[in-house]
């Protein structure tokens, strides 16, 4: 099964549902995670339509904040994504106290050709997918291939279970469509 048809599977892995425990410091999280959660940080920056290195500084910005003093983080892996989307929106805003945070234009852009290389022409073929899907399907999908489960990327993202569910089924109806997998069932079958 390819990255792609992987992403689209209705199948789920068992996901560890974190119970708000009590919050740590910012720094000991940050240490503790940084080599785990930065790359995976990186990707869903990626899969959201940043550039490699918008990406990169989004995500060492999160884990700065992360540091913070004073700092107590409960659910750190959806705070380092909240953060960093927003970090990586802030690199778009024009200085204007009152406008709305803007949606960044999705772009394609490797700085070299390394940066290609490392994510793998898979992995570029899915990232240009996605960034054909409008912004709300777009991060709701991220969210979910980071494994983070519909009540988690509601609260999230601030918005409802069934917006999220509804997001994610169209996301997915639009990546079937456009890799021509529309009426194909798990195993390769037709449907009849």
Not at 38 to 46: D, T
Not at 89 to 110: G, I, N
Not at 112 to 124: K, L
């Amino acid at each position: 099964m390819t990255a792609v048809e992987d992403a689209l599977s209705t199948d789920l892995p068992p996901v560890e549902v974190l119970e708000a425990a009590p919050p740590l410091p910012g720094v000991e999280l940050a240490g503790s995670l940084h080599d785990e959660q930065y790359p995976a940080l990186v990707r869903f920056l990626l899969f959201q339509g940043a550039s490699w290195a918008e990406a990169q500084d989004a995500a060492q910005d999160a884990f700065t904040q992360m540091c913070v003093p004073g700092a107590a983080i409960t659910h750190p892996r959806a705070w380092l994504r909240k953060v960093a989307w927003r970090s990586w929106v802030k690199q778009h805003v024009v200085e204007d106290p009152c406008a709305d945070m803007p949606e960044p234009p999705p772009t394609l852009r490797w700085q070299t050709p390394a940066q290609a290389a490392e994510i793998g022409e898979e992995g570029r073929e899915v990232i240009a997918l996605l960034l054909q899907l409008p912004a709300k399907q777009r991060a709701v999908l991220a969210w979910h291939l980071d494994g983070f489960t519909t009540e988690e990327s509601a609260r999230a993202m601030g918005t409802t279970q069934a917006a999220v569910r509804q997001n994610l089924a169209r996301a997915r109806a639009a990546l079937k469509a456009d890799l021509g997998l529309e009426g194909r069932r798990e195993g390769g079958r037709k449907k009849v």
